[in-house]
């Protein structure tokens, strides 16, 4: 367990090249993950669907897959008891790295990491 901590303390130390992303970058990507996350706990597939990144939806096109997908490969974010934003990086033009720290209802703890990339009409 040890070796799994200091090598995940290790990971910030190594991603020193990439920029901090600014404000308005991390609160524009973080309202749509909170979004998301929001539509996920109220069982709103369509909602939770429509903030999906294009590429996502190519692979899963349609709600439905695209919820059995999330239930049955990232259970926690489906339905935390809580939820906060951690770090964020900006890895290049427009595409943005967000730490989010989950609680389930068991009261497990979980990381999550969402990639973000800025569409054409300016959203991410």
């Known amino acids: 367990m040890r070796r799994a901590l200091f090598a995940l ?3 910030p130390m190594l991603m ?3 920029a901090l992303a600014d404000d308005a970058e991390v609160k524009a990507a973080q309202t749509v993950i909170d979004s998301q996350l929001k539509a996920f706990i109220a069982n709103d597939g369509a909602a939770a669907y429509s903030f999906a990144a294009p590429n996502v939806k190519q692979i899963f096109p349609t709600v439905d897959t695209f919820m059995n997908m999330v239930t049955n490969g990232y259970a926690p974010v489906r339905k935390p008891q809580s939820y906060s934003f951690g770090r964020a990086e900006q890895t290049g033009p427009g595409s943005i790295v967000q ?3 989950i609680v389930e209802p068991d009261g497990k703890d979980y990381e999550a990491v969402y990639t973000l990339q800025l569409q054409a009409d300016g959203s991410f």
Do not use: E, F, G
Request: proline share 0%; hydrophobic share 65%.
């Open 9 to 11: 303390a290790l990971v």
């Open 16 to 18: 020193t090249s990439l």
């Open 99 to 101: 730490q989010v720290l």
